[in-house]
């Protein structure tokens, strides 16, 4: 009976084995998907790579086809048809194409650009459910953007551009949770852009330009995270629409807007680009738009702006284009719009302004036309907070407002908190322009998006914090928020007006820098979102008032309350950890350390992990807290992480072993699981790791006994011996004799799955 049993654990053994070594190999109905559409396509030259034995994953891409794959599924499939390289053939059927497409079940990323597809879009594009960013620009689709693509609950990204879509922009746009950018230029929609839009939370673009929609825009005042506004070359208006103030561009262009600009527009401190040509806009232009802090971009053409201009207007030095023709404006040009680089070009034509270059008209002509322009009556009293400013005569008034305006963008930051040290210089926080995240690179990294996904859309969207927000969540950095003290800055903890909980890690700089020295830093940090990692949600910067430079930076990172992996091995959360929830911790923490090395560019290595840094989540997954973080290495000043020299001696071998730290520091951790006793001192770790490793070649009986008591009866002795071999391996002397990371996990992975098997087994044989 024994020997059969013994015997048929072998053959699972081996089954298993099989089952999972061949990782890397495409599940075989995505291997028919990817055939059935080269046939489909009618073998076009640019497929030729595909055969039937090639390993599709690591198929060069080219300028028309790129695969993509994360372990053994296909998650990006991107084609391009712009010169003729996949031709479609006379009978290609769009329908049976995405039927196709619907087996690649794990597809994050689909563009199908300039392919001539033409017809509705299919229905079975619902069933690509793991889809992401859609990307389906420049063909000929046509009728309503199917009802199906509502079933997509994690769409990112939506990009429809130079299609002939009609109908609506659909209601259930609602049904998209964590919708981001939905692009859907140059078609025929039309109608009104419905009300559901604005609690598209997460929305970042939204981009509506030519097409047919009209009517007023809704109050996106909501829509905190907008950043891109294009609805260019509609019929929307007549009331300036309530925007929030985190846009960075804003275009209006070719509307039907009418009355005046809000001042509200003077709180955009982020906005880069303003185009409101070609309206109907009346009333003063508000020339502190042009001393806005981020803006380069401005175009009121076209309208009928009224207000005088002061040789004196300050504007932002960094404007490179500026067209104020065709509207009323009297005075004189801004002397800082001379502007005489060839990089950027300022038009004034049309207007009454004084002894200037360009064609003006006479000066009562501006003020004819300013007097002939009325307000209609029934909007005098429109309770929008807009066209507040709407008054055809008043010219002063507006310019003064204006430079009220502008005194508010730097406001200076009292410290009232006492425990910061003391303060040469008076500080200001400035909410920097945050460039909005490329979506051209988020495409260029495939596991970045896989693993973006794995999040779920539980966290929020990475944004900057205002200092004020952070204050109010910390009750102005009170002593009782603080949460833990390092050479390098303080820890608080802080409850935000929506409720969530966060952590917020204060960097005071040592060196005065400008902003922009940290921004590539910033946009690591803020790619840094992993389930098993404590993940950033945004940042504060705090600013020398004189000089402008970073004074002190804050992240914010998702407050992660419960218990460390030592305090569930040893009990001290009154919940001790079984055997296999210690593999599963085991694993999440070397998945979080994988995508630290390979899931972001450039990787993060030497993390000097500690099982004191690991804490756990409502679920119980892992989740590694303190890791590489790029600035706080510069901030010690050891450049590159990795200070410590000890036995994890990477450094003498060169930088070919650089993830081999992260390695050793795992196999520390394996050890304290195995043992279930706390280790202290680096030079305890040699003892035990030997004593480890002598029991691995002694029985089963022996091995055992030198396990933590609280799991030595429940472990199989397959996975425990897994376990210990992989954790000796781990602790090797020599970094170039440590296993991969990759490694690690898969014999992390088959020690569980033998204990998973062997319970099966146990409870089959009860029965
Ligand atoms: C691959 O796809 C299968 C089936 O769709 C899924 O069960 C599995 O979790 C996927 N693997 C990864 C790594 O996403
Ligand atoms: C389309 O026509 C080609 C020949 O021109 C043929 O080889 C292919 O099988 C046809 N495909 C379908 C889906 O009918
Ligand atoms: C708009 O789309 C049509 C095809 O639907 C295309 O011919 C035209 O060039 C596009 N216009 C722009 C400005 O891209
Ligand atoms: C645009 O919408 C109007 C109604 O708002 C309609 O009369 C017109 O035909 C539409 N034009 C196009 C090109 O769809
Ligand atoms: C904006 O959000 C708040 C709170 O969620 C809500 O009360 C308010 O009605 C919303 N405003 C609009 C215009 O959607
Ligand atoms: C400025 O605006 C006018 C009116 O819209 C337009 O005709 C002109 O081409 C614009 N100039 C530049 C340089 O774009
Ligand atoms: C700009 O010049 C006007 C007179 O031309 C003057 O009244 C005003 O005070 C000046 N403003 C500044 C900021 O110098
Ligand atoms: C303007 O407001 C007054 C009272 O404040 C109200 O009686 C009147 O109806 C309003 N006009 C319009 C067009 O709403
Ligand atoms: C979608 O495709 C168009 C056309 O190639 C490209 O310009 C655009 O960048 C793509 N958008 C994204 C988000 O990939």
Known sequence: MAKIFLHSFHLLLLLLFLATHHSDQLQPSQIFSLLQIQQLLNHPPALTVFKDSTDFCSIESTPSFTLACYEDNITQLHMFGNDGDLPLPQNFSTDTFFEALGCLSSLKVLSLVSLGLR???????????????????????NGDIPVQLSSLRNLQTVILDNNEFTGKVPEWLISLPVLAVLSVKNNSLGGFLPNSVTVLQNLRVLALSKNNFSGEVPDLRNLTNLQ???????????????????LVSLVLRKNKFGFGIPAELGHCYQLQKLDISLNEFVGPFLPSLLSLPSINYIDISKNKFTGMLLQNMSCNAELVFVNLSSNLLTGELP????????????????????????EQNPSIFCHHEALAVKIPAHEQNHTRPVAKTVLASSTAGAIVGG??????????IRRANRKASVKTSPTRSITERVSPVNTAKLLSDARYISETMKLGASLPAYRTYALEELKEATKNFEASSLIGETSIGQIYKGKLSDGSLIAIRSLKMRKRRSLQIYMHRIELISRLRHCHLVSALGHCFECYQDDSSVCRIFLIFEFIPNGTL??????????????????????????????LHTGIVPGLYSNNLKITDISFDHNLHAKIRTYNLPLLAEN???????????????????VKHEDKDDVYDIGVILLEIILGRSIMFHNEVGVLKDLVQVSITTDDIARRSIVDPAVHKECSGESLKTVMEICV??????????????????????AAQIQDSLRGDAQNNED
């Open 403 to 412: 430079m009220a305006i502008a005194g508010v963008v730097f406001l200076v």
């Open 566 to 595: 030592r305090d569930y091995i040893s009990g001290l959360t009154g919940h001790k950890f079984t055997w296999i929830q210690r593999i599963a911790a085991a694993i999440g923490v070397v998945k979080g350390i994988q995508f």
């Open 335 to 358: 002397s800082c719009l001379h502007l005489d680089s060839k990089s950027s070009a300022v038009v004034y034509d049309k207007n009454c302004l004084s002894n200037e270059a360009q």
């Open 729 to 750: 391996r781990c602790l090797s002397s020599k970094p170039a004799d440590r296993p991969s990371v990759g490694d690690v996990l898969w014999n992390l992975q088959f």
């Open 119 to 141: 017809g509705p879009l299919p229905r079975s594009i619902g069933s690509i459910s793991s889809l992401e960013i859609l990307n389906i620009s420049r063909n000929y689709f």
């Open 636 to 654: 010690k000043g050891t450049v590159g992480g990795g200070s410590s020299p000890g036995p994890k001696g990477s450094k003498s071998e060169g």
């Open 228 to 246: 891109v506004l294009d609805l260019e070359d509609n019929y929307f208006g007549p009331h300036f629409p309530a925007l929030p103030t985190k």
